[in-house]
């Protein structure tokens, strides 16, 4: 089946310190991967929709320049949170569609708990 | 766009069916019904979809009304492991032509031995 791998699973940060996070699709090619953002206790909220080779598009109220999206491969998507403070702590979670499935199944990948200090 | 409505939370004993409802009474007649869910700390799984017919994989059933204002996953034999947060959503159109999933709250379903 599909596999969507992130990099790292957990990450601790200095307040002010940039983290990237990297999402990886194993087994098959992404045109389209998604960042979600969810805190303890909360459901997911999607963050933005990356395009391979195009800008990403970010939900209402989200900085995009904050949180940098780069999609320069049909494999692979990065999130980098710039500046992170404590209020940015939270579990990060990408997913990726498969193309070619007429019902557009998203596969997700296990999620990266980033702690800023 | 259409929402849905799921209880809180639920318990099932294991080795019993679990049952899980959902209510979409404002789905459009394009619009799939799609169930994940959310082991702990672990991202979302895809378990089933469906648009008015009912489905069934390995995982699970789903059953959908012949109205299609609410559906029911269903989980044949509950295990221990089947323990988590369980999503239905409805599929929005986004711009562009690709979908994204909006997750609501979903059901927190708790297996007990």
């Known amino acids: 089946g599909a596999v969507v791998s992130q990099h790292p699973s957990w990450v601790i940060c200095k307040s002010g310190t940039s983290v990237k996070i990297e999402c990886r699709s194993l087994d098959f090619q992404a045109t389209t991967m998604f960042w979600y953002r969810q805190f303890p206790k909360q459901s997911l909220m999607l963050m933005a929709t990356?395009?391979?080779?195009?800008?990403?598009?970010?939900e209402q109220g989200v900085e995009k320049d904050k949180f940098l999206i780069n999609h320069a491969s049909l494999t692979l998507s990065t999130l980098t949170v710039t500046s992170a403070h404590p209020e940015d702590s939270s579990f990060y979670i990408c997913?990726?569609?498969?193309?070619?499935?007429?019902?557009?199944?998203?596969?997700f990948g296990p999620g990266t708990r980033l702690t800023v200090l | 766009d259409a929402k849905t409505t799921q209880p809180p939370s639920m318990d099932c004993a294991e080795g019993r069916a679990a049952n899980l409802p959902c209510n979409h009474s404002?789905?459009?007649?394009?619009?799939?019904v799609y169930w994940y869910r959310q082991i702990h700390s672990q991202g979302p799984q895809y378990i089933i979809h469906?648009?008015?017919n009912n489905e069934t994989n390995e995982m699970a059933s789903l059953i959908i009304t012949e109205d299609r204002k609410s559906s029911t996953l269903i989980l044949p034999h509950a295990t221990l492991r089947d323990t988590a947060v369980y999503y239905c959503i409805v599929r929005i159109p986004a711009q562009g032509g690709s979908e994204k999933l909006v997750f609501g709250k979903g059901t927190k379903l708790t297996v007990n031995p």
């Open positions: 997913s990726a569609r498969v193309p070619g499935l007429g019902y557009n199944e998203q596969f």
């Open positions: 990356s395009n391979e080779g195009s800008k990403a598009t970010y």
């Open positions: 404002t789905i459009s007649g394009n619009e799939y």
């Open positions: 469906g648009l008015k």
